[in-house]
């Protein structure tokens, strides 16, 4: 199995930045896209950004130009940088990453446990 597990939430305010890590852990093959999702309460779980194994990236309208993901293959580690926060940024921030335990293994969805984010003054 992966586990995936996220660190650096927290209470900033308006304006302020954060950075996310998520390290993936736990018998590893390969990792092809990994990303990073948000559920605020009351509303669904969405795509913030997503990054491939050679690092292109796509990101959620709302977020455009104010948050970068990027990745460390060696370590198995994805960040979210996360400049200009909003309140409406505020969710449960969730890791997400494609892999697979070994060459024939299917490939598989895997989750963090999510860390908090909320921004208020």
């Known amino acids: 199995q992966v586990q995936l597990v996220e660190s650096g939430g927290g209470l900033v305010q308006p304006g302020g930045s954060l950075r996310l890590s998520c390290a993936a852990s736990?018998?590893?093959?390969?990792?092809?896209?990994m990303g990073w999702y948000r559920q605020a309460p009351g509303k669904q779980r969405e795509s913030v950004a997503r990054?491939?194994?050679?690092?292109?990236?796509n990101y959620a309208g709302s977020v455009k130009g104010r948050f970068t993901i990027s990745r460390d293959n060696a370590k198995n580690t994805v960040y979210l940088q996360m400049n200009s926060l909003k309140p409406e940024d505020t969710a449960v921030y969730y890791c997400?990453?494609?892999?697979?335990?070994?060459?024939?293994?299917?490939?598989?969805?895997?989750w963090g446990q999510g860390t908090q984010v909320t921004v208020s003054a």
């Open positions: 997400n990453a494609e892999a697979r335990t070994d060459r024939y293994a299917i490939w598989r969805n895997y």
């Open positions: 736990g018998r590893i093959f390969s990792i092809d896209d």
């Open positions: 990054i491939t194994s050679d690092g292109s990236t």
